[in-house]
């Protein structure tokens, strides 16, 4: 857990004084992740460094699972926390074995132990150790490097992590994947982390909460679906983008509202049968043909049913595309609008018919935030109205 | 860096003339001549070597910890005068600073040793501290925020990383050491100098060229042995030679 106590840095510069971080109170509980999300040059970094004490708080006090930063050895302090930065950091001169076991020979770790963790990490992020212990990091692309970057702060398995815009250098395609990555690894070993980003949609998509920075001040503390559907004001309002609603899409997954469908055909039923069990079971445009196996092979329109005589295998058409359990809703629509489609059939690991997404599933849901989040807003504004 | 490619592209003419040069001079009878010195070639060489090495690791020696200590922080106003400093040194030509030390020390052995270290100095000071400064801030802040103390970080991550510049540094030095060193017989410092000077003098080009292909086989083999020390002692991740 991390707890910032009336944190505060101001710098005196050439330009006047500047308060980077203005009596920051916040707490990260035990392994979640945190994103400070803010525009350019509103203190994120600043209290960042603060709680690795690469910058010393002006005053307000870090703790660190209830220790007060500033009791400890700073060196011995910065070894138990991970440190990512966007410029990744990689030390040219050494390989990436050497890279990767940094910390745990400063904290002293024998040789077998830290040779074993790197080979190890490199697994966790699809790096074949053969290949890459022995390379420099010249002769990594940039994603790999910073997966580089983000297994050495890794390496001593320290309970914090802090990355100050780690996958900000990183082309759209590949930072899609190492967030995912990261995810994954997060989800196994639980870090608390604090991570630095300016971008609304990597914080959406990362964070348990979001702490929104403006000019030093932390305006609000939330988690993404509440800073989504209750922004606390019009900045925040703005800084999260008109298209919050789409936005809030990304942070519910396809099991959320998934319709189960009941009613199917084999490709050996007759059209007739589909047409009956399509007006039993109240589908309006289509019946979904699976195989012995429970597998979706395609569709039969109710239009070809009524006007069409013949066993369902000869007169479905194909499935366009399928959607996952675990795939967010922001993607599905998409597939959606891709495929003009209106429904989508959702199958299991194992490619079983689990059931179907429709648009009208999603709309439906986009129409609760809106009402929440309108009746909420009005709320507010009496509140502020009132006194 | 661009040292090594420059001299690299050189290789290979300078070898062609060495080789003709050999050539022309066995058919005039050059080399029987030069042969006469054999003895002379020999304990000049010697001392010519001793010279070297001496005077060289002198200003290794001083030179790396002096680049290093003004590279740090705390000395960053001291370091912009000293290096001031420094560069006006360099423009003094290497007889000047010969004869300075001369008429410090007098003549002999110690003076030629202290103004052949004077001349070597500069370039490992000014290599070891650009080299350093220009270590980018964020290794620095990867280094100490990972949790490495200063002298961990000076050790493991800025020296390594400015090998290349600190040895581009030597290589000048030895370079401009090499070639000076023949200078010192005017002030006693004897050396293949002796054979030079006093081949001009006697219009015994035997006895000067002597002398003077000595040196010149002396410089290009220090350089050849830096340079093999820096392509063994730098990384390959940041070894331009290895990549
Ligand atoms: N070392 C420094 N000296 C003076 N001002 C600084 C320093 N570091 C940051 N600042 C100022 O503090 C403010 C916050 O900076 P920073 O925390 O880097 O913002 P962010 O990471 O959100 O872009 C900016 O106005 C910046 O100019
Ligand atoms: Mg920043």
């Known amino acids: 857990m991390i707890t910032l106590d009336n944190l505060t840095k101001i710098f005196d510069t050439d330009r006047g004084v500047v308060s980077a971080a203005d009596h920051i109170n916040m707490e990260v509980p035990q392994g979640e992740i945190c994103v400070l999300l803010g525009p350019s040059g509103c203190g994120k970094t600043t209290t960042l460094k603060m709680v690795n004490r690469i910058i010393t708080p002006t005053s307000g006090r870090v703790l660190i699972n209830g220790k007060d930063t500033s009791e400890q050895d700073t060196v011995s302090l910065r070894r138990s926390i991970g440190y990512v930065i966007q410029q990744i950091g990689l030390f040219p001169n050494m390989t990436i074995e050497e890279n990767i076991s940094i910390v745990p020979k400063l904290i002293g770790w024998d040789k077998s132990r830290y040779l074993k963790r790197a080979s190890e990490l490199l697994e966790m992020v699809a790096m074949d150790p053969a290949i890459f212990l022995k390379r420099y990091p010249n002769e990594l692309s940039g994603g790999q490097q910073q997966r580089i970057g983000v297994i050495r702060a890794l390496a001593a398995d320290p309970p914090v992590m802090l990355m100050d815009e780690p996958f900000g250098a990183i082309d759209p395609i590949n930072r899609e994947v190492i967030q995912d990555e990261f995810l994954k690894l997060h989800r196994e070993l639980k870090k608390t982390v604090m991570f630095v980003s300016h971008d609304i949609d990597e914080a959406v998509k990362m964070a348990d909460r979001i702490a929104i920075f403006k000019e030093g001040k932390l305006i609000q503390y939330d988690t993404p679906d509440d800073i989504l559907s209750h922004p606390i004001n019009d900045f925040v309002k703005g800084f999260v983008g008109r298209d919050r609603a789409l936005k809030r899409l990304q942070l519910v997954t396809v099991a959320e509202v998934l319709e189960t469908e009941s009613s199917v055909v084999t490709a050996e039923d007759s059209l007739a049968t589909a047409l009956q069990r399509m007006t039993d079971a109240g589908y309006e445009r289509a019946i979904i043909v699976v195989d012995g196996d429970g597998r979706p092979v395609g569709y039969v329109s109710r239009s070809v049913a009524t006007t069409t005589k013949g066993n369902c295998g000869q007169h479905s058409y194909n499935l366009r595309t399928l959607v996952r359990p675990e795939d967010d809703l922001r993607t599905v629509a998409s597939k959606m609008f891709t495929h003009d489609a209106t429904w989508l059939p959702c199958v299991s690991e194992h490619g079983k018919l689990m059931g179907v997404v429709t648009q009208r599933g999603i709309t439906h849901h986009l129409g609760a935030t809106y009402k929440s989040s309108h009746a909420k807003e009005q709320n507010l504004q009496h509140a502020r109205v009132a006194p | ?243």
């Open chain 2, 1 to 243: 860096m661009k040292g090594l490619g420059t001299s690299r592209f050189f290789q290979l003419p300078v070898l062609i003339g060495v080789f003709l040069l050999g050539v022309y001079l066995q058919r005039s009878g050059l080399i029987d001549g030069m042969l006469y010195y054999w003895e002379d070639i020999v304990y000049l060489t010697n001392q010519h070597i001793q010279l070297t090495i001496i005077s060289g690791s002198l200003a290794i020696a001083v030179g790396l910890p002096l680049g290093i200590v003004l590279s740090r922080p705390r000395f960053i106003k001291v370091s912009e005068w000293a290096m001031q400093g420094l560069n006006i040194g360099t423009t003094i030509p290497t007889l000047a600073i010969l004869a300075l030390s001369m008429s410090l020390l007098g003549i002999g052995f110690v003076p030629s040793v202290f103004g052949l270290f004077i001349a070597s100095l500069l370039p490992i000071v000014r290599n070891t501290y650009t080299g350093l400064l220009g270590i980018p801030a964020h290794l620095k802040e990867s280094a100490s925020g990972i949790g490495m103390s200063a002298g961990q970080m000076l050790l493991r991550v800025e020296i390594p990383n400015a090998a290349n510049v600190i040895f581009a540094g030597i290589r000048t030095a030895l370079a401009i050491n090499v070639g000076t060193v023949p200078l010192v017989f005017l002030i006693g410092g004897g050396g293949l100098g002796e054979l030079i000077f006093t081949g001009i003098d006697l219009f015994d080009t035997e006895m000067m060229l002597a002398g003077a292909l000595m040196t010149a086989l002396l410089a290009i083999t220090v350089d050849i042995l830096v340079a093999a020390c820096a392509f063994l002692m730098v990384p390959r991740g940041i070894n331009p030679s290895r990549a």
